[in-house]
């Protein structure tokens, strides 16, 4: 039996090293910060998460122009992979988001309706609706396409995620950037930031193979017999 | 991230704010209508829900991640068999 150890390994076990560092860090090396305290620990994985999940829905994006300028199969695996992706990392952001709203820091509130939140809602939902329209097409050109502009139609909520905190300021506070962020709190966030970039590449490219692969044994497949005339006729 | 930046600065020890801390106060009376109750004070039910947090997200990574390699595996073996 062939033994495959593809390149995108490498990645993964640098990003899961970098994981480990930056979540004890997080967790157990840097002090609480003084107003939400203990609770604030999540921000070492919620903030590099979003991060990601932004980043990696515009791949998602760049992917489906690419799909619709190329029509090729590797482009089609590379914009379902990615799409998969951010939802994924975009669910994770909902659930970490909503733990920490709800362990005191927004009260015993799980969900607020304010427009960061909101926002998320519906990118989720989105790239949910994206990969469910996919699913529904079997013939090649017509699901890379649909895929394609149901991306970027999704994709238009992406900056609205990222700005809606400065155009209608809610609950949840503003952009972290090194500026806003104390010293002590940058390393453990990059170390982190950089991990799930590198995990998510590992992802994706997995998935895209996955692709690939099912495709592939779809075509050493026979196709089926086709059906009698008569029969789609009605059988006269 | 304002309020991390103005609050490591007013405690770069990281001690526990007193109840009197100017900040604190004004925290809490400008966003007094909103459910953010400024100061967060249950240590240990916070440390519940950050460790749930950090076990939940990566479970989900983990478990994608299984799901993945498993079917790619399946597809790599069935083509070579």
């Given at each position: 039996?062939?033994?495959?150890?593809?390149?995108?390994h490498g990645l993964l076990l640098i990003g899961l090293a970098l994981l480990g560092w930056g979540c004890s860090?997080?967790?157990?090396?840097?002090?609480?910060?003084?107003?939400?305290?203990?609770?604030?620990?999540?921000?070492?994985?919620?903030?590099?998460?979003?991060?990601?999940?932004?980043?990696?829905?515009?791949?998602?994006?760049?992917?489906?122009?690419?799909?619709?300028?190329?029509?090729?199969?590797?482009w089609d695996a590379f914009l379902e992979a990615s799409v998969e992706v951010t939802l994924v990392l975009i669910?994770?952001?909902?659930?970490?988001?909503?733990?920490?709203?709800?362990?005191?820091?927004?009260?015993?509130?799980?969900?607020?309706?304010?427009?960061?939140?909101?926002?998320?809602?519906?990118?989720?939902?989105?790239?949910?609706?994206?990969?469910?329209?996919?699913?529904?097409?079997?013939?090649?050109?017509?699901?890379?396409?649909?895929?394609?502009?149901?991306?970027?139609?999704?994709?238009?909520?992406?900056?609205?995620?990222?700005?809606?905190?400065k155009w209608m300021p809610g609950l949840h506070q503003k952009q972290s950037t090194p500026e806003t962020v104390?010293?002590?709190?940058?390393?453990?966030?990059?170390?982190?930031?950089?991990?799930?970039?590198?995990?998510?590449?590992?992802?994706?490219?997995?998935?895209?193979?996955?692709?690939?692969?099912?495709?592939?044994?779809?075509?050493?497949?026979?196709?089926?017999?086709?059906?009698?005339?008569?029969?789609?006729?009605?059988?006269? | 991230?304002?309020?991390?930046?103005?609050?490591?600065?007013?405690?770069?020890?990281?001690?526990?704010?007193?109840?009197?801390?100017?900040?604190?106060?004004?925290?809490?009376?400008?966003?007094?209508?909103?459910?953010?109750?400024?100061?967060?004070?249950?240590?240990?039910?916070?440390?519940?829900?950050?460790?749930?947090?950090?076990?939940?997200?990566?479970?989900?990574?983990?478990?994608?991640?299984?799901?993945?390699?498993?079917?790619?595996?399946?597809?790599?073996?069935?083509?070579?068999?």
């Amino acid at each position: 039996m062939k033994r495959y150890f593809d390149w995108e390994h490498g990645l993964l076990l640098i990003g899961l090293a970098l994981l480990g560092w930056g979540c004890s860090r997080g967790l157990f090396g840097v002090p609480a910060e003084v107003f939400m305290q203990e609770i604030f620990r999540i921000f070492f994985l919620h903030v590099p998460t979003a991060w990601n999940s932004l980043l990696i829905g515009t791949v998602a994006f760049v992917a489906a122009i690419g799909t619709l300028l190329t029509r090729s199969r590797r482009w089609d695996a590379f914009l379902e992979a990615s799409v998969e992706v951010t939802l994924v990392l975009i669910i994770m952001v909902l659930i970490q988001g909503s733990i920490w709203g709800h362990g005191g820091t927004w009260g015993d509130t799980w969900w607020e309706w304010e427009p960061r939140l909101t926002a998320s809602a519906v990118m989720a939902l989105s790239f949910a609706g994206v990969l469910s329209l996919r699913s529904f097409l079997e013939q090649f050109d017509r699901r890379a396409t649909w895929t394609a502009v149901a991306t970027i139609v999704a994709y238009v909520d992406v900056p609205i995620v990222y700005l809606c905190v400065k155009w209608m300021p809610g609950l949840h506070q503003k952009q972290s950037t090194p500026e806003t962020v104390s010293d002590i709190y940058h390393w453990p966030l990059r170390a982190n930031a950089i991990a799930i970039l590198l995990i998510a590449i590992w992802l994706i490219v997995r998935r895209a193979r996955l692709t690939l692969a099912r495709d592939a044994a779809r075509a050493d497949q026979p196709l089926p017999e086709a059906p009698q005339p008569g029969l789609i006729a009605g059988g006269d | 991230m304002d309020l991390v930046r103005s609050a490591w600065a007013e405690n770069p020890e990281g001690r526990d704010p007193a109840p009197e801390e100017t900040l604190a106060v004004e925290t809490q009376q400008e966003t007094k209508n909103n459910p953010f109750d400024g100061v967060v004070t249950n240590n240990s039910k916070a440390l519940q829900h950050v460790y749930s947090a950090y076990g939940i997200s990566l479970a989900i990574l983990l478990a994608y991640a299984l799901v993945v390699s498993f079917r790619l595996a399946r597809y790599r073996t069935g083509r070579e068999s």
